[in-house]
């Protein structure tokens, strides 16, 4: 992929910085040296010479190689498991009883073996004898709402209450509204898929376990084992190396490490256990889908009057996803009710997915907000700009700038050149038999990060410099950023970094999720940083016996703001530590009732085919109020990313399960569709120039999930102003888009 591609045009933030090729920008200048420029991975290089290694790399002496039986049947009793079969073929190590009573997916684990290498493994769980009676199932959704379904669990009904959300009163709102239009919007099962499969490997050393796991989250991993295992969390290191992503499909505990946990134990020697992609596409989890019908009104002019949205979600063995925040807080409409259900199915739990409910409320909100904005004949991003709020819950608590957020719209509108969309939807010039058209979609996020995060940085007698942090690097550049950060606070270069993260015996950090993790962990290393300087110059100051705050160091040298000729060398002060200096830092409080939004107006240039349905995104611009940005580059990746990764949910992704047999009929990377290069357009990140200093000492925010959120929506209400019809169904497959322009015709 031409990453030059994505920054054809110019890309302004606060700071007049702009992407290499570009023009620059008349601003101040910045305000750091480091912070907020584009820096290159310090480990890029190790990642794209294959040099990196991966969970599935790892290997120790004597390795033996785990496997896990799944069930074949959607829901089963377990009569009697046979493991003797399988512990007579030689090379089997260990094996294990997983399941006892009822089973309930296809992929649920039954049993378990560890062998001396992946064949025998394989052999091995063949020859386990199993034996179970099927019991009806129900895969479907909307079969499972029927009363004559199969009750998916014991003595709890197959569809329970979700949400329930409460604000003014929706029939006054209505009865208020002059225009008041109501649609049902859909979204369906996406699946994870990280680069990187999951995977576990397991050593005792003694009473202490090390697991090397490919997660989001060593702490919570390590506390979730040791209430598995019943074993002291004090006994138990967990170890992330290179990752390839998770999305949230590895932000806790998952079985298989416990099971690789066990089969060490019993073999006593360590094991690795790696999910194949159809384990991944069937066992760790999805995003739930969504049913979502909104309503809004609104006056003439285009105040919001009311809001209402009605979903029933469905996660399988789990609970769907909420999704009424986006409609919730993003306008400060004064009515707004939400009713939402779960339905429960014989399929594997859903589990968090980038900005979890927030992508499948938004398709719904984003959408009913076109559809209001051409029944009103208005300018959807006027319709917005009228209702934005900067508070949560429709304007409570303490507000954020409406300033980041006003940028995003004005900056993103000038970016995609959005006086070219058609006036109205669907009546745009026709190019054959394609129709162009713009549209846009907004979303907020929690990007305040977690207080009470920790980070040592060390400086070494013979002027090395480490960062230590608990954290997890999971592909997105954390080790880059926390090496600007320590780099930027002690007169150094990234490179002259050592950073450590990826440990459980590291100092605490949450896990990477929740677009917590920059601004959770870069305050920590700064409060470290600007400690460690402090420290630094006291002893330059004694050195040169001067004040400390007559030292000013520079090019690695500290001196005497009075005389110059008065300097010592960083190697010269480093020296007279004598031993290694740990400096702690801390991710401080945030206050109260403020609201720590993220804000983002995504904007998408699409064609449609009118006569194949298919659709084309030719142009995309993702406007992102996240305060300070650490790393331009990353920050860059991470809208990349996230806008692609909308753009594949919306045209393609959808896991789809077979009623007969209660397995997904697309559990691999052939049959389940995701975007490549070739589908992507020229995405062009734009960053707002606000930054608030009550977050945190950068005043940054996540950027992890936002780009995620509105990039589906935004496509969809492209499509809408390209055809004059809205799809209301992600992904939009060429049938469905079909449909939608049927409908149309018919003039529904
Ligand atoms: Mo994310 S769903 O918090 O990895």
């Not at 493991?83 to 009573?101: D, F, R, S, T």
């Not at 060398?569 to 991710?587: C, I």
């Not at 403020?594 to 194949?612: C, I, K, L």
């Not at 990349?640 to 393609?652: E, K, N, P, R």
Request: hydrophobic share 40%; proline share 6%.
């Amino acid at each position: 992929m031409n990453a030059r591609k994505y920054r054809a045009e110019t890309v302004v933030d606060g700071r007049g910085q702009t992407s290499p090729g570009q023009k620059a920008a008349v601003t101040p200048p910045p305000a750091y040296r480091l912070i907020g420029r584009l820096t290159s991975r310090v480990d890029g290089r190790e990642v794209v010479t294959g040099r990196a290694k991966y969970t599935h790399d790892v290997k120790f002496p004597g390795l033996l190689s785990g496997k896990i039986l799944r069930s074949p049947r959607a829901a089963a009793e377990i009569v009697s498991i046979d493991l003797a079969p399988a512990l007579a073929l030689p090379g089997v190590m260990a094996a294990l009883k997983l399941a006892e009573g009822r089973v309930r997916y296809a992929g649920e684990p039954l049993a378990a073996v560890a062998a001396v290498d992946a064949a025998t493994a394989e052999k091995a769980i063949g020859l386990i004898k199993v034996e179970s009676k099927a019991l009806p199932f129900v895969v479907d959704w909307q079969k499972a709402q029927e009363p004559d379904a199969p009750q998916v669990r014991d003595g709890k009904p197959n569809v329970e209450p979700l949400n329930d959300y409460n604000r003014g009163d929706v029939a006054k709102g209505f009865a208020e509204a002059d225009v008041v239009v109501e649609h049902t919007y859909r979204t369906g099962f996406e699946i994870h898929h990280p680069t990187e499969t999951h995977g576990s490997v397991a050593l005792w050393e003694g009473e202490h376990l090390i697991v090397v796991d490919s997660t989001q989250n060593v702490h919570g991993v390590r506390d979730g084992l040791a209430r598995a295992l019943k074993h002291p969390a004090s006994k138990i290191t967990v170890i992330k190396t290179y990752m390839g992503g998770g999305f949230g499909s590895k932000l806790g505990l998952n079985d298989y490490t416990v099971v690789a946990a066990n089969l060490a134990r019993e073999s006593g020697r360590p094991v690795k256990i790696t999910l194949t992609r159809r384990e991944n596409a069937m066992c760790v989890g999805y995003r739930p889908s969504s049913y979502q019908t909104c309503k809004a009104g609104a006056k003439k002019d285009g105040t919001l009057t009311a809001l209402q949205l009605t979903n029933v979600a469905s996660g399988g063995l789990g609970a769907g996803d909420d999704v009424a925040e986006p409609m919730v807080d993003i306008y400060k409409c004064a009515n707004v009710k939400a009713d939402e259900t779960t339905v429960y199915t014989n399929t594997g739990a859903s589990r968090a997915t980038r900005a979890p409910g927030h992508t499948q409320g938004d398709l719904g909100l984003e959408g009913v907000m076109d559809e209001l904005a051409a029944a009103l004949d208005m300018d959807p991003l006027e319709l917005r700009r009228k209702n934005y709020s900067t508070r949560n819950q429709g304007d409570t608590g303490v507000p954020y700038s409406s300033k980041a957020l006003d940028q995003c719209y004005e900056l993103g509108a000038k970016s995609i050149g959005w006086e070219r969309r058609n006036a109205k939807p669907g009546q745009g010039p026709a190019n054959g038999p394609w129709r162009r058209g713009l549209g846009l979609a907004t979303s907020i996020w929690f990007g305040g990060g977690a207080p009470g995060t920790l980070a040592d940085l060390v400086l070494y007698p013979d002027a090395s410099v480490e960062v230590v942090c608990g954290t997890q690097d999971i592909g997105t550049g954390t080790k880059t950023h926390m090496a600007v950060v320590a780099a930027e606070c002690l007169g150094l270069e990234p490179g002259d970094i050592a950073v450590k993260e990826g440990n459980s015996d590291y100092p605490w950090a949450p896990l990477s999720g929740g677009s917590l993790t920059t601004p959770s962990v870069a305050p920590a290393v700064r409060d470290a940083g600007l400690k460690a300087a402090a420290r630094l110059k006291e002893m330059a100051a004694a050195r040169l016996k001067i004040a400390p705050a007559d030292v000013v160091g520079a090019d690695r040298k500290f001196s005497s703001k009075n005389d110059p000729s008065k300097s010592a060398t960083y190697a010269e002060v480093f020296r007279d530590l004598r031993r290694e200096t740990v400096f702690h830092g801390e991710r401080g409080g945030m206050p109260e009732g403020f609201a720590y939004n993220t804000f983002g107006a995504h904007f998408a240039e699409v064609e449609v085919n009118v006569e194949t349905g298919h659709i084309r995104v030719l142009k995309y611009v993702a406007a992102h109020d996240s305060g300070q940005i650490i790393n331009r580059l990353t920050a860059e990746s991470q809208i990349i990313g996230g806008v692609t990764q909308g753009l594949s949910a919306g045209l393609f992704e959808e896991r789809i399960m077979d009623d007969a047999t209660g397995h997904a009929v697309n559990p691999n990377l052939r049959d389940y569709k995701i975007a490549t290069a070739l589908d992507s357009p020229e995405i062009t990140a734009v960053f707002a120039d606000v930054v608030d200093p009550r977050l945190n000492n950068l005043g940054t925010k996540g950027l992890g999930e936002p780009p995620r959120i509105p990039s589906s929506a935004a496509i969809a209400n492209a499509v809408f102003n390209a055809i004059g019809v809205h799809v209301r169904e992600i992904p939009m497959t060429p049938a469905r888009v079909l449909q939608a322009l049927k409908r149309k015709e018919a003039g529904s």
